[in-house]
């Protein structure tokens, strides 16, 4: 498979627990928020234990990838996406947005999430573009389109939101709280 | 301070005399919730080791002064790395040697009974799984009974004490454990027997154990007789050893009955289940020791750390043969069952020769608790 984009890769193929999770957590370190990190393992315990070291360290676990004897995990390094006050003014609810696919509206949804949560879990058909990404890609996008934006929470796609309002989008809706609470149809990655 | 390792040996031995002991568990917290240590005086606290890497301040006032302290992790890493930091703050500790998987694997050798003849019955505790298997001595050959895949231990057993290996048996297809049974009848040149109606989907040759057969261990007749008993499995059969000792497979335990459902057929088997404990087992001798191939549970050991009760006190006291109703015998094995052992269906399909995992994938598919009664 393709490999997934990410920020930082650490290499700790071949290391025993605990070394895993120690290099993990200095690796985390050199990261800034919101950036994720691929780790690459052999110890097949670092898997639960990498994912019960995010959920207590405040990072977010996208997954693990097994290739042959390599386990490749995701993790997204915690961010205060959630405590930012949203300034978009159009907004609508998951359940809205579901109700919109499932009729099959002509709309686009587009994912602002990183590469690496997107892969792991989207809406079908939705675009991928990372909220770092969007003023170069804009050209990708079409400005008359009603244009539903996601995130994990609704942070990211508010920012996303503005940006592109800001360069001339007039039918961009923000959906809140986004991927975090969506129980509609997706595409996913086996864990 | 110095910190040292303990080896499970050590550490069963302190199961075994009661003695206390305070285990700091760094696994995750639901692997510590699944399967730990289990001692009668032991005190426990479950900290994740990646909750530690910056410092061990915090939990340095849960941890007593005045008990002996082992450290345990599921490999061994974390823990030495945790036991130093102890150690640093100026503890005396331990960790446990090889970690969980070690003590997944640690088979300690107890003595159940002599045989008429002079010869023994050896009772190998899997301490950590809950797991029993046997091994029955007469005049320079043995037997061995359920034996678990950790095989060079019995071999070692036997050259130690000078027997040879003669005849193999597992009284059921295990679904909790991976049967060294086949490998050390291949090793040794030994029978191999398994219950033919346990065995229809295996790839390998057998002798086909079936209820009423003698076999001979040593020259002066030790007799194990056979017993079908169906209910855990549909071949599950038991031996009476010596018209002294009752191995009764996973069938009856010491607290506890078998459950019929790890084959997929609770329905169908719960009235075998009845049959054979409410049935055929009164029909045996009140005398016999019954020896279980499981514990659940600690407390079902014995002073010296065997695993062995007469029948008659199993009449009295075990729950699972004092259920006058039916339909509440078939509730109690069909319905509230624990969860089912780790892996089983893998382990199954492994003890059929089906599939072949590597050691390191055995061990894997083995972790946790038996799970293979019902209370």
Not at chain 1, 53 to 71: F, P
Not at chain 2, 195 to 207: C, G, L, M
Not at chain 2, 276 to 294: C, G, I, K, M
Request: proline residues 4%; hydrophobic residues 35%.
């Amino acid at each position: 498979m393709e490999n997934i984009k990410v920020n930082v890769t650490l290499d700790a193929k071949g290391l025993a627990c605990p070394m895993p999770i120690v290099k993990t957590k200095k690796a985390m370190n050199t990261l800034e928020a919101g950036q994720v990190l691929e780790v690459q393992a052999t110890d097949k315990g670092s898997k639960a234990d990498i994912q019960a070291w995010a959920n207590s360290a405040g990072h977010q676990y996208l997954g693990t990838i097994e290739e042959g004897d390599v386990l490749k995990h995701y993790l997204r390094k915690s961010s205060n996406d959630s405590s930012i006050e949203r300034k978009h003014p159009n907004v609508t609810s998951n359940d809205e947005l579901e109700k919109k696919l499932d009729a099959n509206e002509n709309i686009v949804v587009l994912d602002v999430r990183e590469a690496a949560e997107y892969a792991f879990n989207h809406i079908p058909n939705a675009v991928s573009i990372p909220l770092g990404e969007i003023e170069e890609r804009l050209s990708e996008l079409n400005k008359d389109d009603e244009t539903y934006v996601v995130c994990r929470t609704g942070s990211r796609s508010d920012l996303a939101a503005q940006k592109l309002a800001e360069n001339g989008f007039s039918n961009v809706i923000n959906v809140v709280p986004g991927m975090s609470a969506w129980t509609g149809k997706t595409n996913t990655l086996n864990k | 301070m110095a910190f040292k390792a303990m080896t499970s040996k050590e550490v069963t031995k302190k199961v075994f005399n009661k003695e206390n002991l305070f285990v700091l568990d760094v696994r995750n917290e639901s692997d510590f919730q699944d399967w730990k240590i289990e001692g009668r005086n032991f005190r426990y606290l479950n900290i994740p080791y990646f909750e530690l890497l910056d410092g061990i301040e915090e939990i340095m006032d849960k941890i007593p002064a005045d008990q002996e302290i082992l450290v345990v992790c599921a490999k061994e890493g974390s823990s030495v790395m945790v036991a130093e930091m102890l150690s640093d703050a100026g503890l005396d500790v331990s960790y446990l040697q090889g970690g969980m998987k070690a003590w997944s694997e640690h088979l300690e050798p107890v003595k159940v009974g002599d045989l008429k003849d002079g010869g023994e019955v050896y009772q190998f505790v899997r301490i950590g799984k809950g797991c029993l298997s046997y091994m029955v001595i007469s005049n320079g050959e043995a037997a061995i009974i359920d034996a678990t895949r950790m095989t060079d231990l019995y071999l070692e057993f036997a050259e130690g004490i000078g027997a040879t290996i003669t005849h193999v048996f597992d009284t059921h297809l295990h679904a909790d454990h991976i049967s060294g049974g086949r490998a050390i009848a291949e090793q040794t040149n030994a029978t191999y027997w398994l219950p033919p109606k346990d065995a229809t989907e295996v790839t390998f040759d057998y002798e086909p154990l079936e209820g009423g057969i003698d076999v001979t261990i040593g020259e002066t007749k030790i007799n194990i007789h056979s017993l079908y008993s169906p209910g855990h499995t549909i071949g599950s059969t038991s031996f009476v050893v010596d018209e002294k000792f009752l191995l009764s497979g996973d069938i009856l335990f010491i607290d506890s009955i078998g459950r019929p459902d790890l084959a997929g057929k609770a329905e169908d088997w719960v009235g075998d289940l009845r049959e054979s404990l409410y049935t055929r087992y009164r029909e045996l001798s009140e005398e016999l020791v019954v020896l279980p191939a499981h514990f659940m549970i600690i407390d079902e050991l014995n002073d010296d750390g065997s695993v062995a009760e007469k029948l008659g006190t199993l009449f009295e006291k075990n729950h699972g043969l004092n259920i006058e109703d039916e339909n509440e015998f078939r509730k109690l094995v069909t319905e509230n069952l624990p969860p089912q052992p780790n892996a089983y269906q893998e382990i199954r399909e492994t003890n059929m020769g089906k599939i072949n995992p590597d050691t390191e994938k055995q061990r894997e598919m083995e972790i946790g608790p038996n799970r293979c009664a019902v209370r």
